[in-house]
């Protein structure tokens, strides 16, 4: 579904409002090219019916004003200057059927000058076959001009046969008008059809208005900027936003029982585990060291799939949200006072709107263990810097002046437990832990060589929106 400023975004998937505009544009679209071709026939068929008129008129005037004596045809004495005027287009033919399909001229106007009138398409019989009545035809004039002809078959008391009477004009000013008309009902039409696509347009994001709201409430809910759908909605989608609402207050709720279950699974499972250290403890002895090692190795997987299972359902719900600047100042103040003697400062910086979709608690521990682990091998300067990472992301990157690693001991260091120094305190389980958070938010964490000269971790991360 598009939004309401970008028509056709990605015009390779399926859009309501693409889909609406289209087929509004199509019906559009072939109303007014019937339309047009309704108009065009029309007038084209107004023009010819006047030119007829004309056509009729003249046959009149040309059998009112002939007769035959003797067996010969008189042709009336016609005053029209046209039909005296070499190839002027107004002609006019009297002739008799030649018995062959074809006629024979017995008289014609002077702007044939030698030529004649053409015969109908099907010829002299076509006029015999509707004898007394006008036909009317097109054909070419004498020079190839376009005519409009019209011919009626008549009798006159002493001729011997029938006499064909012929009127014809050229046609040329009749389909001039007819093309400037249909210019200008072309231009008139794309006019209105641009104005109808605008008008539709229009409609469509108006009227599908309430649909982008609702988009974008269901976007707000997700990023945890509000905790449900609350606006008011049109009969239509009024149901829709209430299944919506049903729908997250569901999640949350299988959420909220996920993340008791996993804090109940860890009590559960704690308890008997330092029992077992401690009964393990109390007798030292070979056997002891290897239950004491074991059952620290399965506190510590407990405690690993714990913690991603507590980030998964983390990910799952909606309405989580973390403002990043709080926790890097926190922990920076915290990190000065504890390596007081080591770290002169810890210089972050972030901008205040960046914010991690998640727990504060998942935030402080994947940030709190690599800034722990920055000034714990740092000369005296550590460098935190939070950045938007395009598209929805946001990298936190943790910088120190120290020795450094090289790169097998970077891939070395992220696996669980792994120590290259084991005289430094710790377990090795730190830089481990944050890639698995890291991942469990489906980020990732990459070490490189800080230009300070240590180590340089940059994390991944999602970010929440607005």
Not at 146 to 165: H, N
Not at 179 to 187: I, K, L
Request: hydrophobic share 45%.
């Amino acid at each position: 579904m598009s939004g309401p400023g970008a028509l056709g975004s990605s015009f390779g998937r399926p859009s309501l409002v693409r889909r609406l505009i289209l087929l509004a544009a199509a019906w559009s679209l072939a109303v007014l090219v019937v339309a047009g071709l309704s108009l065009s026939a029309f007038f084209d068929h107004a023009a010819t019916a006047r030119f007829d008129d004309e056509l009729s008129d003249n046959i009149d005037e040309l059998l009112a004003g002939t007769s035959a004596e003797a067996g010969r045809i008189a042709a009336p004495t016609l005053t029209d200057p046209r039909a005296l005027r070499v190839y002027s287009g107004d002609y006019w033919e009297i002739a008799m059927p030649n018995g062959a399909g074809g006629l024979r001229a017995v008289a014609r106007s002077r702007s044939l000058w030698d030529q004649t009138l053409p015969p109908p398409p099907a010829g002299s019989p076509a006029l015999a076959k509707a004898e007394g009545k006008l036909l009317f035809y097109d054909s070419a004039g004498p020079v190839g001009q376009p005519l409009r002809v019209a011919a009626l078959q008549g009798r006159l008391g002493e001729a011997k046969g029938p006499v064909v009477f012929m009127s014809a004009l050229d046609r040329s000013p009749v389909d001039r008008d007819v093309r400037t008309f249909a210019t200008a009902v072309t231009g008139a039409l794309v006019l209105l059809g641009a104005g109808l696509i605008a008008a539709v347009i229009l409609q469509v994001r108006i009227g599908l208005q309430p649909l982008f709201a609702l988009r974008r409430e269901v976007a707000a809910v997700r990023t945890g900027r509000s905790e449900r759908i609350v606006g008011d909605y049109p009969t239509e989608l009024e149901p829709l936003a209430a299944e919506l609402n049903a729908l997250m207050a569901h999640n949350q709720e299988v959420v909220e029982r996920q993340r008791t279950h996993v804090g109940n699974l860890a009590h559960a499972l704690r308890t008997p585990l330092s029992v077992i250290l401690a009964e393990a403890r109390r007798e030292p002895g070979r056997l002891s060291e290897v239950v004491s090692r074991q059952a620290e190795t399965m506190g510590q997987q407990v405690d690993h799939h714990l913690r991603r299972a507590r980030a998964a359902a983390h990910t799952q719900g909606q309405g989580e949200r973390t403002a990043v600047a709080p926790v890097l100042e926190e922990l920076s103040r915290t990190l000065e006072k504890i390596f007081r003697d080591k770290v002169a400062s810890v210089d972050w910086r972030c901008p205040d709107d960046l914010c991690f979709p998640g727990e504060r608690q998942d935030l402080l521990e994947i940030a709190g263990n690599v800034m722990e682990n920055a000034c714990k091998w740092c000369s005296g300067k550590v460098r935190v810097t939070a950045a938007a990472f395009p598209p929805r992301r946001f990298s936190l990157t943790v910088e120190d002046d120290g020795a450094g690693l090289a790169d097998d001991q970077r891939r070395e260091v992220l696996r669980r437990g792994a120590r290259l120094d084991e005289s430094a305190p710790g377990s090795g389980l730190g830089l481990s832990i944050v890639d698995e958070l890291v991942r469990a938010y489906g980020g990732e964490t990459n070490l490189a060589r800080s230009p300070m000269g240590g180590l340089k971790v940059e994390l991944i991360l999602p970010r929440a929106e607005g």
